[in-house]
């Protein structure tokens, strides 16, 4: 039985673009796993940021370049014919997720947020006064309100009303956050909010206390080893944090202990860590600037994916920013 079906395969294979990697006491997989897309097969541009599946099983892709939309069998860009639907075709997409209503919310470089209402086929945007930066890296839904991650801090967003209701800065919680670049957020089983900063994460209560912080992931405080760029809950209420230079952490549930996740000592780039999941069985899946690695749940071993030139089946590129498992 192979490892992904064909369109998890596709989904794996959209989110890769930068690297080159290596190996040691690795299993050796085979290579011939995967079918590439590019701007040939319709993608709107070959850098992919983020990729979400909505509940009615679309596929929306985040490029450099605006939205691209799959179906299963084809691309098509996501575009409108109005000044708004502009801004967003020529954006860098950061981050798509979808609301409770089925709107589907989309988080930009420097553009700040857009709402696209399905129902009435109309594009909203949301930038300046309604958020404390106008790039946004993480958007999630919680207690009905949108808590969109920025540049600078925290936006807590009323989608109803369209504008901000609170806002955490620097400025306005001096010391509540660990940084200010918040780059990931999530709602964990106890509905605490984490929030990966450039300085590691702070662990919010649902009153806005701190409940915990990671600020020293690694030891190194100087460089960009506590920058963190993803964190994932898996099945098992286990917390995986991934930094830009300092690798992958596993915060266990029982003692909420941060431990480092070493995969691969002799591939300096698997030490920047771009995205993390899970698929049916446990594995867990790790993107990293070297390729990409499965860690077997039961054996812990590892088994490393990467670019091969002489093998049209292999990654495209060794750079992985984006991890999907298809529903």
Same mark, same amino acid.
């Given at each position: 039985m192979p490892l992904i079906s064909r369109l998890n395969r596709v989904l794996l294979v959209l989110s890769f673009i930068f690297l080159g990697t290596s190996g040691k006491l690795l299993a050796s997989p085979n290579s011939s796993l995967f079918?590439? $897309?590019? /701007? =040939?097969n319709g !993608?709107?541009?070959?850098? %992919?940021?983020?990729?979400f599946q909505d509940s009615k099983g679309w596929i929306w892709i985040g490029t450099d370049f605006g939205l691209s939309r799959f179906d299963s069998y084809a691309f098509n860009k996501f575009e409108f014919n109005s000044a708004t639907g502009k801004a967003l075709s020529n954006a860098l997409i950061r981050t798509i997720i979808e609301d409770r209503s089925g709107n589907i919310w989309i988080g930009t470089e420097g553009?700040? !947020?857009?709402?696209?209402?399905?129902? $009435? $086929?109309?594009?909203?945007?949301?930038?300046?006064? +309604? !958020?404390? +930066? +106008?790039?946004v890296w993480s958007i999630i839904e919680y207690g009905n309100k949108l808590w969109v991650g920025t540049e600078n801090g925290i936006t807590c967003f009323d989608p109803k009303e369209g504008k901000a209701i609170l806002k955490i800065t620097s400025d306005t919680y001096p010391g509540l956050l660990s940084g200010s670049v918040v780059r990931k957020l999530l709602v964990d089983q106890d509905k605490r909010i984490w929030a990966g900063?450039?300085? =590691?994460?702070?662990?919010?209560?649902?009153?806005l206390s701190v409940w915990k912080y990671y600020r020293e992931l690694s030891n190194d !405080?100087?460089?960009?080893?506590?920058? /963190?760029?993803? %964190? #994932?809950r898996d099945s098992e209420q286990n917390i995986w944090v991934g930094t830009y230079l300092g690798g992958l952490y596993? %915060?266990?549930a029982d003692n909420q202990v941060a431990r480092q /996740?070493? #995969?691969d000592t002799d591939n300096n780039r698997a030490y920047t860590v771009r995205s993390v999941t899970e698929d049916k069985d446990g594995n867990i899946w790790i993107g990293t600037r070297g390729g990409l690695y499965t860690l077997d749940k039961a054996s812990g071993k590892a088994t490393h994916f990467r670019e091969n030139i002489s093998d049209d089946y292999s990654l495209v590129h060794n750079s992985v920013l984006n991890l999907h498992f298809d529903a």
């Open positions: 079918d590439n $897309y590019s /701007v =040939g !993608l709107t541009d070959k850098t %992919i940021h983020c990729i553009q700040g !947020l857009f709402k696209y209402d399905r129902r $009435y $086929y109309k594009i909203e945007q949301y930038k300046d006064k +309604n !958020l404390t +930066n +106008n790039s900063t450039e300085n =590691g994460v702070t662990v919010l209560n649902p009153d !405080l100087t460089g960009r080893d506590n920058e /963190v760029w993803e %964190i #994932f596993k %915060i266990i /996740v070493i #995969f």
